[in-house]
Structures are given as structure tokens and as C-alpha cells.
């Protein structure tokens, strides 16, 4: 996984997402953590996955294309955080439809 410079999350400290990063670097669970990742077929804005489910083997195939913006505990905060996203990128950029270009 790619994890972007400017990574959304929501009430984690730094110290927390050090450990977050460090176990997906292991490929590791960890428990109601949901990613943010660009889309993985080129067809959407943002996904939302439960970390979990990337563990799979079809997933860890896809490892070096996913792209990690965000990071929250639980799905309605992931839902939040990309409402959140797409209005940063529209008040920065005027557009909202250039999400690799905003991250990457």
C-alpha cells in the first residue's frame, strides 16, 4: 500500500497512526479501522474498505496499486472524512474530480 503525504484522519494522534502504519506495513489486523483508498478500477471518486477485508488474497495482489488518503474508526467517520475530502479538494482546486492529482 501507498499511503499519501497528506493523509485524512479523524481523531487519531500521531502516535496512533505510527502504530496503524506499522501494523498494515506487517499486514496485520487491526480492528474498526477503515481506509480511504483512490479507486482501485479507475471508476469513482474515493473508496471505503474496512482494512480488514484488504488482508485478502485478491486484495494483496493489488497491494502496490492501492492508494491509502484516510484512515478512520468506523464507517460513519470514513463517510465523513470523505465528504470532507471532496469539499478540500473543491475549495483548493475548483475541481473535484482530480483526486490522484490532489494527493499524489
Known sequence: MIFADKCYTYNLTERKLA???????RHKPV???YVIVLPLLQDGLLEIYPYNQLL???YRK?????RVVGFAR???VAEQLVLQIIQDMYDETGEEWKV?????
Open 19 to 25: 502504530r496503524i502504519r506499522k501494523r498494515i506495513r
Open 31 to 33: 480492528r474498526n479501522l
Open 56 to 58: 485478502q488474497k485478491p
Open 62 to 66: 493489488l497491494d502496490s496499486r492501492i
Open 74 to 76: 468506523g464507517k460513519e
Open 100 to 104: 490522484e492529482d490532489f494527493f499524489f
